[in-house]
């Protein structure tokens, strides 16, 4: 037994609310609405508290609790309930066989508007109609990595805050800015976008395409893509303020998204990207 956890042994026990059929996406959907969301793993658990949302609960194998003592010290985690049990409690409460789980709760914060998003960014990166949650997470991760201010979602993306988005960008997603555009606002929240100063690049493998690597990057930008395969809509395409391309070997037929994502964001940051990179060896980092 370790101080500080409570161990459960009833798969009915109420405390246990929070983690009920996580495999179900409109069951879970349903449930969590906009109160709360859901993180798996030590590293996205720690990013979620290090976000500012606030904990709600922690539930654990027993084998993970001595690994995460350290995490129950942080003082953000002063009055969160930590809770272990068995895998067969376990397995009966989040509903499939999950090995050894490192879960948490949190609560969600309230979504920027695409203006005030806009108004505060340089860097943005846009996503229409993305619906596979490994796609959205590995963006998220290199949007961050890259420096981008905030992402940009149509009404047909998956629900950021959903748990394997969290768990794929490694709780990245968790820190960035993310505002979603309203059903009557599609694609029309691009409109806004420009009005705010932004070029919008839509990404597609057209040769006709402007070329990313000639292009000289605007003072403020944003980067579209579609989902795997269809790529973006004839709508997205045509208010966005330039069709742009990755030159690639003509022996491949295009990239993964997630994987065109972290190339293009990296071409419009590269400036700054430099720029740190420099300041880091000019002062001996």
């Given at each position: 037994m370790v101080d500080g956890v409570t161990y459960i042994d009833d798969p009915a026990d109420d405390r246990l609310d929070d983690y009920r059929t996580l495999n179900n996406v409109a069951a879970r959907s349903e449930m969590e609405g906009d109160a709360f969301f859901m993180g798996e793993g030590y590293v996205p658990i720690d990013r979620m508290i290090d976000s500012g949302h606030r904990?709600?609960?922690?539930?654990l194998h027993p084998k993970r609790v001595n690994r995460f003592v350290a995490t129950m010290a942080r003082p953000e985690m002063e009055g969160v309930p930590v809770?272990?049990?068995?895998?067969?409690?376990l397995a009966e409460t989040v509903g499939f066989d999950m090995y050894r789980p490192c879960l948490a709760s949190a609560d969600r914060l309230p979504m920027p508007t695409v203006a005030a998003l806009a108004a505060r960014s340089r860097r943005l990166v846009v996503l229409e109609a993305l619906n596979d949650?490994?796609?959205v997470g590995a963006i998220a991760r290199a949007a961050?990595?890259?420096g981008i201010d905030g992402m940009v979602l149509s009404p047909t993306c998956d629900d950021p805050y959903?748990?394997?988005?969290?768990?794929?960008?490694?709780g990245e997603i968790l820190h960035l800015p993310v505002a979603r555009a309203r059903a009557d606002d599609w694609p029309s929240a691009l409109h806004t976008l420009h009005d705010a100063g932004f070029d919008t690049w839509a990404l597609t493998p057209d040769d006709r395409a402007s070329n990313?690597?000639?292009?000289?990057v605007p003072d403020r930008v944003a980067v579209l893509l579609g989902a795997e395969g269809h790529g973006l809509t004839d709508l997205a395409m045509d208010a966005a303020s330039r069709r742009v391309r990755i030159p690639i070997s003509a022996d491949v037929d295009s990239l993964?998204?997630?994987h065109a994502a972290a190339v293009a964001l990296a071409a419009i940051t590269r400036s700054a990207i430099t720029r740190s990179?420099?300041?880091r060896s000019d002062s001996g980092g």
């Open positions: 904990m709600r609960s922690v539930l809770y272990a049990a068995e895998q067969s409690v949650d490994q796609n961050r990595a890259f959903r748990r394997r988005i969290v768990r794929v960008s490694m990313l690597w000639g292009l000289a993964n998204v997630g990179d420099s300041t």
